[in-house]
């Protein structure tokens, strides 16, 4: 399970706490669960491929990839989670986006 890090709403000042706070949330719930899982962050994500239903960033791979709230997320971000879902990529949106107010950076 990989869980996107929210950089974007931190630097765009649109709810980035309330993202970070999602986001450990996320995380917390999963380790008591005892579930292994990663924070990667946007530059992770826009390097990462996606092969079969997997998304390999680095030498991991990933099933799961779960975004937190977030008001504002790169282009490339999206793409990629596009792709990802779009291979059959398991993707979770904790409360999701509003992609009618999101803002999207290049």
């Keep these: 399970v990989a ?10 000042e649109m709810d980035g706490e309330k993202s970070v706070n999602t986001a450990f949330e996320a995380g ?6 005892g579930i292994d899982f990663d924070f990667i962050d ?5 390097r990462s491929e996606v092969k079969g239903v997997e998304l390999n960033v ?3 791979r990933y099933k799961v990839l779960i975004i937190p709230s977030m008001k504002a997320i790169s282009y490339t971000s999206l793409k990629k989670i596009e792709e990802f879902r779009n291979a059959g990529g398991i993707v979770v949106e904790r409360q999701p986006v509003d992609h ?3 803002r999207i950076f290049p």
């Excluded at 869980?3 to 765009?12: D, K, M, S």
């Excluded at 917390?28 to 669960?33: C, H, V």
């Excluded at 946007?42 to 826009?46: D, I, K, T, V, W």
Aim: glycine letters at 0%; aromatic letters at 12%.
């Design 100 to 102: 009618e107010v999101a």
């Design 42 to 46: 946007f530059e992770s994500l826009a």
């Design 28 to 33: 917390e719930l999963l380790y008591s669960k």
């Design 3 to 12: 869980i996107i890090y929210p950089t974007e709403p931190v630097v765009a």
């Design 58 to 60: 680095s030498d991991e």
